[in-house]
């Protein structure tokens, strides 16, 4: 392909993240409705620590929030089925 090109370039990119059983959980606990405080207290950490969990796993699997990385989550397999409450 030439400089001159219209062609569009693709790159194919894979990228590996580790996400531990506390950030599956996490992730399960707020498909299924949890909030922050709530997941704070079933898992014996402050509401702060939730939080930047929260924070850690929506910025590892690349999306904007943790309502986006639910979704993702559950694209990928690595969480169940979604449970509306």
């Known amino acids: 392909m030439d400089e001159t090109s219209n062609e569009p370039r693709v790159l194919a990119v894979t990228v590996s993240v ?10 399960e606990r707020v498909s299924r409705g949890q909030k922050q405080r709530e997941i704070a207290e079933a898992m014996g950490m402050t509401g702060s620590t939730a939080g930047n969990r929260c924070r850690e796993i929506y ?6 929030n943790m309502t986006a990385a639910v ?8 969480i169940g089925k979604a449970v509306a409450q």
């Open 71 to 78: 979704r993702r989550a559950l694209e990928l397999g690595l």
């Open 59 to 64: 910025l590892m699997l690349g999306e904007p």
């Open 18 to 27: 580790t996400l531990t059983v506390e950030h599956l959980e996490i992730l």
